[in-house]
C-alpha cells in the first residue's frame, strides 16, 4: 500500500495559509495534480481527500462503521446544536434516526407541500413590485418559515426571522473559520448569537400548533421521551440545517437560471427542465460542499493507505467536476441530467447517514421555484458573476441582488 500524495506544505502549519485564503481551490488543484486520494496537512492534522466514486462508497457506505462524526467539523457543529441526529455516532444516532425518520417519509413530506405553497405565495406577494431584490436573504427567510412550520407547527413573526437571520450567519461562519485556524476560542459576537438563537428556537418550541394527521418532528420527539435539552439540540440542528441548505439550492439556481433567459422560461413552463436545472445546480454549487469522517481503524482506499485516526473528507464539489465522470464539468447543463444519475453525483450524501431530509428539500424548492418562475424574470444586477463563499454551506459571497419584472412569456 501506498503514502496518498499530497501538495507540498509548509512547516507546522501546512496547509493552513491556502486553506484559509482559497479551500476550494487548494482541494480542486489537489485532486487535479494528484489524483482520487490526496493528503493533506492541516497545522498537526493529517487529511485525506478521497475524490472517486469508487472510494467515496467504501467511506460513507460500504465500510461506514469505520468512518464516524469524531471529526473537528462535528465538534464545531457541536458547540452550536449539541448532541443530535446530525453529531451523534453508533447507538445514540441510531436511536434518533429511527424515531425522526417518519416526518420524511413520503406521506408525510407530501402533507407539507400545503405550507410550501402558502410561503411561496406569500414570497411572491413581498415581491411583486419590486424592481431589485435580495434572494439570498429572501430565500432563508422562506425556507426558514418552511421548516418552522412544517417540522415545528410554529409560525414565526417576521420580527423572530429577522432577529434570527445575522446571528445564524455569524455562527456558522465563525464555526467554519475555526476549521482554518489552530485555535478555537470562541468570540463574543459567538455567545451572543448562541443567546440569540436560543431564544428564537424557544419561541419555536412554545408556538402554539395546529392539529395533523401525520405527527411532525416535534411530536415524534415527545414521543421518543427527548429531554427539554434534546428537544432544543435537534430543533436546532432541524432549523439550521433544514432552511440553510435549501436556501443556497435556490439561490444558486436563480444565480445560474439569472443568465439564461431561454432556460429560465423553458423552468417556467416545464416542472421537468426545472428538476433537471435544480439537480445541475446542486452538483455545480453543492450547499453541503465537504463530509468529512474521522477514521476508526485503519483502511485501504483505492490502493493509498489510511491510518487509524485521521480525518477523510469527501468533497461533493471537487467530484462533481470530476472530468472522468463530467464532460465539460464547469459549464451549467441542466440537459446532462437526461441521463441516470452518475456514481459521481452526491449532493445529499450517500449510505446511512445520507440526508434525512433530501425528499423535503427538493419538493421545497421545486414549488418555491417554480411559483417564482412563473410570476417573475430575474436578471443580474452585477456584470460579475457570483463567487463561491464555502462555508459550513457554500454560499453566494455577499449575497445575491437580482433584477426582476413581471413575467412577459407566461
Ligand atoms: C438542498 C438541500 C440539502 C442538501 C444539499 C443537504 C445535504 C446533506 C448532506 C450531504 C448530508 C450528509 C452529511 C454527512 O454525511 O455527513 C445531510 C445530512 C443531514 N441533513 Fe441535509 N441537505 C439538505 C436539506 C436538508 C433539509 C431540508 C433537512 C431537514 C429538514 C436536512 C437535515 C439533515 C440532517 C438532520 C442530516 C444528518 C442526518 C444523519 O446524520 O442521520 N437537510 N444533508
Given at each position: 500500500m501506498r503514502k496518498a500524495p499530497g501538495p507540498p506544505s509548509l512547516p507546522l502549519i501546512g496547509h493552513i495559509p491556502a486553506f484559509r485564503r482559497d479551500v476550494l481551490g487548494l482541494l480542486a488543484a489537489g485532486v487535479r495534480d494528484y489524483g482520487d486520494v490526496v493528503r493533506f496537512q492541516l497545522g498537526p492534522r493529517p487529511v485525506y481527500l478521497v475524490n472517486h466514486p469508487d472510494g467515496i462508497r467504501q467511506v460513507l457506505?460500504?465500510?461506514?462503521?469505520?468512518?464516524?462524526?469524531?471529526t473537528r467539523s462535528t465538534r464545531f457543529f457541536h458547540d452550536i446544536c449539541g448532541e443530535s441526529l446530525l453529531t451523534s455516532n453508533g447507538d445514540e444516532w441510531q436511536r434518533r434516526r429511527h424515531l425522526l425518520q417518519p416526518a420524511f417519509h413520503r406521506k408525510a413530506v407530501e402533507g407539507f407541500t400545503s405550507i410550501m405553497r402558502e410561503e411561496s405565495d406569500t414570497l411572491v406577494a413581498r415581491l411583486?413590485?419590486?424592481?431589485?431584490?435580495d434572494a439570498s436573504s429572501a430565500m432563508m427567510r422562506t425556507t426558514f418559515r418552511v421548516v418552522a412550520r412544517a417540522l415545528f407547527g410554529a409560525d414565526l413573526s417576521d420580527a423572530t426571522i429577522n432577529a434570527l437571520e445575522e446571528p445564524i450567519a455569524l455562527l456558522l461562519s465563525e464555526s467554519f473559520a475555526r476549521h482554518g485556524s489552530l485555535l478555537s476560542w470562541k468570540s463574543r459576537a459567538f455567545t451572543r448569537a448562541m443567546r440569540q438563537l436560543d431564544e428564537g428556537v424557544a419561541t419555536v418550541l412554545a408556538a402554539p400548533r395546529p392539529e395533523t394527521d401525520v405527527p411532525d418532528l416535534l411530536a415524534l420527539m415527545r414521543i421518543g421521551d427527548y429531554s427539554a435539552v434534546d428537544l432544543r439540540n435537534e430543533a436546532v440542528t432541524f432549523l439550521l440545517g433544514g432552511h440553510e441548505t435549501t436556501a443556497n439550492a435556490l439561490t444558486w439556481l436563480l444565480a445560474y437560471l439569472a443568465v439564461r433567459p431561454d432556460e429560465q422560461t423553458r423552468c417556467a413552463r416545464d416542472p421537468d427542465a426545472l428538476g433537471r436545472a435544480l439537480s445541475e445546480t446542486l452538483r455545480l454549487s453543492?450547499?453541503?460542499?465537504i463530509i468529512e469522517r474521522h477514521a476508526i481503524g485503519p483502511d485501504e482506499i483505492g490502493g493509498f493507505s489510511i491510518p487509524a485516526g485521521v480525518s477523510v473528507v469527501v468533497c461533493p464539489y471537487t467530484v462533481h467536476r470530476h472530468p472522468d465522470f463530467w464532460t465539460e464539468p464547469d459549464t451549467f447543463d441542466p440537459?446532462?441530467?437526461?441521463?441516470a444519475l452518475p456514481p459521481a453525483y452526491i449532493p445529499f450524501g450517500?449510505?446511512?447517514?445520507?440526508?434525512?431530509?433530501k425528499e423535503f428539500s427538493l419538493m421545497e424548492a421545486g414549488i418555491i421555484a417554480g411559483t417564482l418562475l412563473a410570476r417573475f424574470q430575474f436578471s443580474p444586477v452585477s456584470d460579475s458573476p457570483p463567487v463561491p463563499d464555502p462555508a459550513i454551506t457554500l454560499r453566494v459571497r455577499g449575497g445575491l441582488r437580482l433584477h426582476i419584472s413581471p413575467r412577459s412569456d407566461p
Amino acid at each position: 500500500m501506498r503514502k496518498a500524495p499530497g501538495p507540498p506544505s509548509l512547516p507546522l502549519i501546512g496547509h493552513i495559509p491556502a486553506f484559509r485564503r482559497d479551500v476550494l481551490g487548494l482541494l480542486a488543484a489537489g485532486v487535479r495534480d494528484y489524483g482520487d486520494v490526496v493528503r493533506f496537512q492541516l497545522g498537526p492534522r493529517p487529511v485525506y481527500l478521497v475524490n472517486h466514486p469508487d472510494g467515496i462508497r467504501q467511506v460513507l457506505k460500504t465500510n461506514a462503521r469505520n468512518y464516524d462524526k469524531n471529526t473537528r467539523s462535528t465538534r464545531f457543529f457541536h458547540d452550536i446544536c449539541g448532541e443530535s441526529l446530525l453529531t451523534s455516532n453508533g447507538d445514540e444516532w441510531q436511536r434518533r434516526r429511527h424515531l425522526l425518520q417518519p416526518a420524511f417519509h413520503r406521506k408525510a413530506v407530501e402533507g407539507f407541500t400545503s405550507i410550501m405553497r402558502e410561503e411561496s405565495d406569500t414570497l411572491v406577494a413581498r415581491l411583486d413590485g419590486h424592481g431589485e431584490f435580495d434572494a439570498s436573504s429572501a430565500m432563508m427567510r422562506t425556507t426558514f418559515r418552511v421548516v418552522a412550520r412544517a417540522l415545528f407547527g410554529a409560525d414565526l413573526s417576521d420580527a423572530t426571522i429577522n432577529a434570527l437571520e445575522e446571528p445564524i450567519a455569524l455562527l456558522l461562519s465563525e464555526s467554519f473559520a475555526r476549521h482554518g485556524s489552530l485555535l478555537s476560542w470562541k468570540s463574543r459576537a459567538f455567545t451572543r448569537a448562541m443567546r440569540q438563537l436560543d431564544e428564537g428556537v424557544a419561541t419555536v418550541l412554545a408556538a402554539p400548533r395546529p392539529e395533523t394527521d401525520v405527527p411532525d418532528l416535534l411530536a415524534l420527539m415527545r414521543i421518543g421521551d427527548y429531554s427539554a435539552v434534546d428537544l432544543r439540540n435537534e430543533a436546532v440542528t432541524f432549523l439550521l440545517g433544514g432552511h440553510e441548505t435549501t436556501a443556497n439550492a435556490l439561490t444558486w439556481l436563480l444565480a445560474y437560471l439569472a443568465v439564461r433567459p431561454d432556460e429560465q422560461t423553458r423552468c417556467a413552463r416545464d416542472p421537468d427542465a426545472l428538476g433537471r436545472a435544480l439537480s445541475e445546480t446542486l452538483r455545480l454549487s453543492p450547499p453541503i460542499w465537504i463530509i468529512e469522517r474521522h477514521a476508526i481503524g485503519p483502511d485501504e482506499i483505492g490502493g493509498f493507505s489510511i491510518p487509524a485516526g485521521v480525518s477523510v473528507v469527501v468533497c461533493p464539489y471537487t467530484v462533481h467536476r470530476h472530468p472522468d465522470f463530467w464532460t465539460e464539468p464547469d459549464t451549467f447543463d441542466p440537459e446532462r441530467f437526461h441521463a441516470a444519475l452518475p456514481p459521481a453525483y452526491i449532493p445529499f450524501g450517500l449510505g446511512p447517514r445520507v440526508c434525512i431530509g433530501k425528499e423535503f428539500s427538493l419538493m421545497e424548492a421545486g414549488i418555491i421555484a417554480g411559483t417564482l418562475l412563473a410570476r417573475f424574470q430575474f436578471s443580474p444586477v452585477s456584470d460579475s458573476p457570483p463567487v463561491p463563499d464555502p462555508a459550513i454551506t457554500l454560499r453566494v459571497r455577499g449575497g445575491l441582488r437580482l433584477h426582476i419584472s413581471p413575467r412577459s412569456d407566461p
